[in-house]
């Protein structure tokens, strides 16, 4: 069961029960009234397939399902976002509408994730509560650090649905990377022919920020070497912005003696022109010749160096024999897995929001279906602990 209360982050609640239909879970949700000021029970009553609760003294609602069996109904309670008001009558049994009925009279676990601004989250009154609800078996899920609706920053972020999702369905827990130094690499790299022009990619990043937001979740210390993208990066994460293949393989070498992991999804060019024109290339000839050489392959390099990193995870994007190039690039590459995907399609790989994996490693191999990128890295950064986990203990 979802409970939503009245905050601005209502709407990535919409987003949250999408998420979790894709994974086949049943949602019903509750609003509370200061939640439809922010967004309509229609718009969760089409996403969840279910009807919506509103009200506790509605002869209508109480018929169709009432609270208590609501309440026995759901196995998992998550309410996001929660607002302080809310936690505050959790927290000392105030039972004044549906959401906080619900509340009182459950007995599964409760799941909540806290959305208010920063000063209201700093407030003593306010961790008070919520060290009460911990204490009475409650599992808090975030608030974030970041920039807020009302223009400040601070704490009171509410988590990413797919960061809930994750917790919720114990893919990942925040302590599976703890004290682990993970490097990846993402997005595309320029490769310039003058000043204005250049050859690159269709990579947006999505994939490789995903991963940076799902390993900083599992509690590791995440270097992120980017290419040039339009994604904001977490403010927890050690960002380094590149532009070039050459620039993105310096800046890993450089910091790759103190990584535990390293992943590879950045669409590195594989060529680059052998010179770039100073000055901005005039349109003469009819046809026009560029001159290219390979670049370094930054991937086999760590993966074959003498600092290698203990866990090592490329990607493949392939148009055709995915499992045969990526089980090739596998042992060429002298990786610990790899995470191939079906790029030039119409649905996943470059730029879009969702994706699909065919993960290989020596032993074994995983399917990873498609759904939205966020989710589907929380899900290779739990298999990569699997697997790291395995080869430390054999
Ligand atoms: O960024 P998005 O829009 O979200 O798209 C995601 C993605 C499709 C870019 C991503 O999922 C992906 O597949 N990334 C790897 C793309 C790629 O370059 O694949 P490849 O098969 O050509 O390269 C194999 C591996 O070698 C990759 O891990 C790549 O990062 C690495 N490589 C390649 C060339 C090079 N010079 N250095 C490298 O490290």
Not at 8 to 25: F, G, H, M, N, P
Not at 139 to 158: F, K, L, S, Y
Not at 260 to 288: G, L, M, N, R, W
């Amino acid at each position: 069961m979802l409970g939503i209360c009245g905050g601005i982050a209502a709407y990535k609640s919409a987003e949250l029960v999408r998420l979790l239909r894709k994974q086949d879970i049943e949602v019903r949700v509750v609003m509370t009234q200061a939640a439809m000021q922010f967004i309509s029970p229609l718009t969760f009553q089409a996403l969840s397939a279910n009807p919506v609760s509103t009200n506790l003294l509605d002869t209508e609602e109480e018929n169709a399902m009432g609270h208590i069996n609501l309440a026995r109904w759901a196995d998992k309670i998550i309410i996001a976002p929660a607002t302080a008001n809310s936690m505050a009558k959790f927290s000392l049994g105030l039972a004044d509408d549906l959401l906080s009925t619900l509340y009182l009279a459950a007995t599964c676990p409760v799941y909540i994730a806290p959305a208010m601004n920063q000063a209201m989250w700093n407030k003593a009154i306010t961790q008070e509560h919520i060290q009460r609800l911990e204490t009475q078996g409650v599992h808090i899920i975030g608030p974030e650090e970041g920039e807020q609706a009302c223009g400040e920053t601070g704490g009171g972020r509410m988590s990413e649905p797919a960061k809930i999702l994750a917790v919720l369905t114990r893919q990942v827990t925040p302590k599976f990377f703890k004290n682990i130094n993970i490097l990846i690499t993402a997005g595309p790299t320029r490769e310039a022919l003058d000043p204005v022009r250049y050859i690159s990619n269709r990579s947006s990043g999505k994939m490789g920020y995903a991963l940076a937001e799902a390993a900083l979740y599992a509690g590791a210390n995440v270097t992120l070497v980017s290419g040039p993208v339009t994604i904001t990066a977490p403010d927890k994460l050690n960002l380094v912005a590149v532009e070039t293949a050459e620039q993105m393989y310096q800046a890993v070498i450089s910091r790759i003696p103190e990584q535990h992991v390293f992943i590879a999804a950045a669409a590195v060019a594989d060529y680059s022109p052998i010179t770039a024109s100073k000055e901005k290339i005039k349109k003469q000839q009819d046809k026009h010749r560029i001159e290219l050489q390979k670049t370094k392959d930054i991937l086999a390099e760590v993966a074959l160096g003498a600092d290698r990193p203990d866990f090592i995870v490329g990607f493949a994007a392939e148009t055709e024999n995915l499992e045969h190039y990526a089980k090739n690039k596998l042992k060429q590459k002298n990786l610990d897995m790899i995470a191939a995907n079906w790029v030039g399609r119409t649905q996943g790989g470059f730029d879009s929001d969702e994706n699909a994996l065919e993960v290989f490693w020596d032993a074994g191999q995983k399917t990873l279906k498609m759904t939205d990128k966020k989710q589907l890295a929380v899900q290779l950064i739990a298999l990569i602990a699997e697997k790291m986990n395995e080869k430390n203990t054999t």
